[in-house]
């Protein structure tokens, strides 16, 4: 267990959950990647503006 423990930072899975619920209540969806050193949302196209309101608005 201590093997997969260092392996991953579980922690940061909150904050994934935090944001995509942020957007689920604004009828936005995202689809989250998750690498070794860079995190990566996807949202569609159409989307962008309103989600990087979204996103600003979440960060305060």
Same mark, same amino acid.
């Given at each position: 267990?201590?093997?997969? $423990?260092?392996?991953?930072?579980?922690?940061?899975?909150?904050? &994934?959950?935090?944001? &995509? $619920?942020?957007?689920?209540? $604004?009828?936005?969806?995202?689809?989250?990647?998750?690498?070794?050193?860079?995190?990566?949302?996807?949202?569609?196209?159409?989307?962008?503006?309103?989600?990087?309101?979204?996103?600003?608005?979440?960060? $305060?």
């Amino acid at each position: 267990m201590d093997y997969i $423990n260092s392996l991953f930072v579980f922690g940061s899975i909150g904050l &994934s959950v935090a944001f &995509s $619920n942020a957007l689920a209540q $604004n009828g936005r969806s995202c689809n989250v990647v998750a690498a070794l050193y860079y995190d990566y949302i996807f949202v569609a196209y159409t989307d962008i503006t309103k989600v990087l309101e979204i996103l600003k608005q979440f960060s $305060n």
